[in-house]
């Protein structure tokens, strides 16, 4: 399949690319970088974008020619990025469960936007994998459900089915959030 007139397929680069072609390999990822960015802006925050996007990039680079067409390539290049994605936040949680005496203090304002940003963060981090993918896919980068369906190797129905459990899991934890907050303004 051509993308754009005069522009090879994904198969047609990484097969030059597995000649020895480094103009395919660049091909390849400024075809693919705006998607890339765009996932990864949106499931780390902003100050470790950069760095998740070059470990993609970098993990891409030597592993392409392991690449034996049994999905499309962006499929593949797609479990890569969300490997990626999960190998970064696997990290963070090890940093996190280090003991800071400062931020154990820290007074929590519920009102405050950070810290409604820091529990949205808190809350889509809080939840497995399989929903955090199928919220992103779908509000993110506004792919319908068959797309994402096929992007996930998902029926439509089960597709469906997951974004409707992850809203009402996502739903349950805002709730549960505020009746907390609420709980701890009144014993304050």
Known sequence: MLKAKGHLSDEELIERIKDGDANCLDMLIKDYFPKV??????????????DVIQDVFICLMDSIFTFEGRSTFSTWFHKITMNKIADYH??????????NEDEAFRVFNPWDETDDELIIEQIFESIPRKYKEILFLRHSE???FSEIAEKLGLSYEATRSRYR??????????????????????SQ
């Open 37 to 50: 960015h765009s996932r990864i802006n949106n499931l780390v925050p902003q100050s470790d974008v950069d």
């Open 90 to 99: 696997r990290k963070m949680a090890r940093r996190r469960e280090e003991f």
């Open 142 to 144: 506004d792919l319908s």
């Open 165 to 186: 459990r992850a809203l009402m899991l996502v739903r349950k934890k805002v709730k549960d959030r505020k009746k907390d907050t609420g709980n701890n303004q009144l």
